[in-house]
Nanobody, 119 residues
Framework: QVQLVESGGGLVQAGGSLRLSCAPSGSFSSIVRRAWYRQAPGKQRELVAQITGGGSTNYADSVKGRFTISGDAAEHTVYLQMNSLKPDDAAVYYC?????????????WGQGTQVTVSS
């Protein structure tokens, strides 16, 4: 089982930037997908960005051009660079890894990190 540790959340003014990190621990054969989701109070959890094992990326329309997802090849850490933050970006952000281990696919979630954007 892979455990994920997130960091980088906090309070930022609108227009500012934050970088979230998510580091895995545990053993696995390969990474299928890494992604960031977010959930604001009273709203459903939504996909923000994802990166496949091959490096392909996808973004929610609301963050395109402002957020960048990237993955570290050596440590497998996944990052979410968030620029030009808006109050609507405020939420708890969760990272998730889909990994292969012993021929089976598993999904792990981080504990969540709070992002607060002041107007």
């Amino acid at each position: 089982q892979v455990q994920l540790v997130e960091s980088g959340g906090g309070l930022v003014q609108a227009g500012g930037s934050l970088r979230l990190s998510c580091a895995p621990s545990g053993s696995f054969s390969s990474i299928v997908r890494r992604a960031w989701y977010r959930q604001a109070p009273g709203k459903q959890r939504e996909l923000v960005a994802q990166i496949t094992g091959g490096g392909s990326t996808n973004y929610a329309d609301s963050v395109k051009g402002r957020f960048t997802i990237s993955g570290d090849a050596a440590e497998h850490t996944v990052y979410l660079q968030m620029n030009s933050l808006k109050p609507d970006d405020a939420a708890v952000y969760y990272c998730t890894f889909d990994i292969m281990s012993l021929g089976k696919r598993y999904t792990s979630w981080g504990q969540g990190t709070q992002v607060t954007v002041s107007s």
